[in-house]
């Protein structure tokens, strides 16, 4: 009986992975199939030369190149302003709060992970609404408003893997550095946070993909289907998950709904590209602080 | 023949999670000696070390009464004090611990942490207090070919060895070893033996041990801790 229940659990066990990882495949592969048609120059760069789209001289109208500029900086900058807040935080809470405070932070950050994007996104609206009329005639929904929703939208995932990879070290290389004479700083940006970058990155990771993919927040807070691409901070821009969200529900013949796929094929490389960036600083953060001779 | 006392530890009481680990101990070490504590395993040895360097203010749940003094140039100081700095301590009383814990980085580095922790980073000063650690912890001969390489490629005993070395390199006048050769085999403890014994010109030496033919090897005296107190063990005999 117990033998049978292992097996079966096994089964069970491998019968999950086999789904999983079919669908993953066959999501690719499908947007590969219904999109790969449309990958070309001109899905991107429209009439433009992409040489003259690259380096900003000519503006590309009939094509993805702006969407692709505004969600690589609306990532950039939202993980950007993420990163600092949400690493302090998730030191303070493991290294210096105590247990009341951490309790009660943890629930507030556990409400804050649970906010619909589209709340957020409301409250980044208002934000801008309120700058307008008290602070500046020149604020409007734009690139700026939209970067600091959506890193209010993944703080969260920061804090907690930063306090979770931080707690889980073992008991022995917390006292290592502090018997060698480290204050706790030291012993914390030295020792701790070098040995816990695995996990931290993989919030990061979190952070880039939720950045990329959220289309309720951008959409009350600054995305345009034509802007060009972004001149600055304060300006509306393009994003990718923008754009297939209004293609697909909206198109006028088959081959406009292709080039929602051809976005989708974008958007994920944007994010693979991002994901390998993450990796490549990790690797060099770590090398730096702890290799280097 | 009188030697000076070191350390001087006076009343000391120790809770961890309101049980009595130390009571009332009361103990003077002398100076270049190799002191072992022994006893039972989860009494509290570990302990009474991280009394020695305050390491144990870490620990939650954790409290401690009494005194710790240690002789600095002829002078008692009260490591307790507040006006001690906790940094400093810890580099007069170095400590080594039961598992080899070198940290994720090359051989040069981990020797040389304790120094850029300490601020200090004139390059050629540095390589030369590495080599100098490195050959006190009988480790140079060993490792000076391939001083870039992962700490982690070493030996369980070349590891420790490394650690002591890590710890040697601020020349502490007080060493701590928390059952140094407990993972290693034979051959590894006995060069860490030997290691010991040559250190105590140099420095005042505490070990927790678990093996009593190591401890008659090597220890000028024998504390045996039971039931929160430490007492001189029968081994002395």
């Keep these: 009986m117990n033998r049978q229940v292992e097996r079966w659990m096994i089964g069970v066990a491998w019968l999950s992975g086999i789904v999983l990882l079919g669908t993953v495949f066959s999501i690719i592969g499908y947007l590969f199939y219904k999109g790969a048609a449309t990958l070309t120059p001109s899905l991107i760069f429209g009439e433009t030369q992409p040489m003259d789209a690259l380096l900003l001289r000519r503006q590309v109208f009939d094509g993805l190149f702006p969407a692709m500029v505004g969600t690589f900086s609306l990532v950039v900058l939202s993980v950007g302003w993420a990163i600092p807040v949400g690493l302090a935080t998730g030191i303070y809470l493991a290294e210096y709060s105590g247990k009341t405070m951490k309790r009660t932070l943890n629930l507030f950050f556990d409400i804050l992970a649970g906010i619909p994007s589209i709340v957020v996104g409301l409250f980044g609206f208002s934000l801008a609404v309120f700058l307008h009329k008290h602070f500046s005639e020149r604020i409007y929904p734009c690139l700026l408003i939209s970067s600091l929703s959506l890193a209010f ?6 804090i907690r893997t930063t306090q979770v990879s931080l707690d889980s070290l073992p008991p022995v290389t917390r006292l290592t550095a502090l018997a060698l004479g480290a204050t706790r700083l030291q012993n914390i940006f030295y020792v701790l946070i070098p040995k816990s970058l695995s996990g931290i990155l993989s919030g990061v990771i979190l952070a880039i993909g939720r950045c990329a993919e959220d289309t309720a927040v951008i959409m009350l807070t600054g995305v345009v289907a034509t802007a060009g691409v972004p001149k600055s901070l304060l300006s509306n821009y393009e994003a990718l998950p923008f754009y297939i969200y209004y293609t697909s529900s909206q198109y006028a013949n088959p081959q406009e709904l292709m080039t929602g796929y051809g976005a989708s094929i974008i958007l994920l490389t944007i994010c693979a590209v991002l994901f390998l960036l993450a990796f490549a600083a990790k690797r060099g953060l770590t090398y730096h602080a702890l290799y280097r001779a | 023949m009188d030697r000076a006392i070191k350390i001087q530890v006076d009343h000391l009481n120790f809770s961890y999670r309101g049980n009595r680990v130390l009571r009332d101990v009361s103990a003077r070490f002398e100076e270049n000696t190799i002191t072992a504590i022994v006893g039972p395993s989860g009494i509290g040895k570990s302990t009474f070390l991280m009394t020695l360097n305050r390491l144990w203010e870490t620990m939650p749940h954790a409290t401690m009464k009494g005194e710790v003094r240690i002789n600095l140039d002829g002078r008692f100081s009260n490591i307790y004090d507040h006006s001690y700095p906790l940094a400093e301590l810890r580099r007069t009383v170095g ?23 300490a601020g200090f980073c004139d390059k050629p000063a540095v390589a030369e207090k590495v080599e100098e650690a490195l050959r006190r912890a009988y480790l140079w001969e060993e490792v000076r070919d391939r001083l870039t390489d992962h700490a982690m490629q070493l030996s369980g005993g070349q590891q420790q060895r490394l650690c002591i070395a890590r710890a040697l390199i601020l020349e502490p006048q007080i060493l701590l070893l928390d059952e140094p050769t407990s993972s290693l085999d034979a051959t590894a403890a006995a060069v860490i033996e030997e290691l010991l014994v040559n250190l105590k010109k140099r420095c005042t030496i505490l070990v927790v041990s678990h093996y009593l033919a190591q401890v008659q090897r090597i220890a000028d005296r024998v504390l045996e801790l039971a039931d929160g107190i430490l007492v001189p063990s029968l081994l002395n005999l």
């Excluded at chain 1, 939208?153 to 920061?158: N, T």
């Design chain 1, 153 to 158: 939208l993944v703080l969260p995932y920061i």
């Design chain 2, 95 to 117: 400590m080594v611990f039961q598992v080899p814990n070198p940290l994720p980085m090359s051989i040069f580095k981990n020797v040389a942490f304790p120094l850029k922790l």
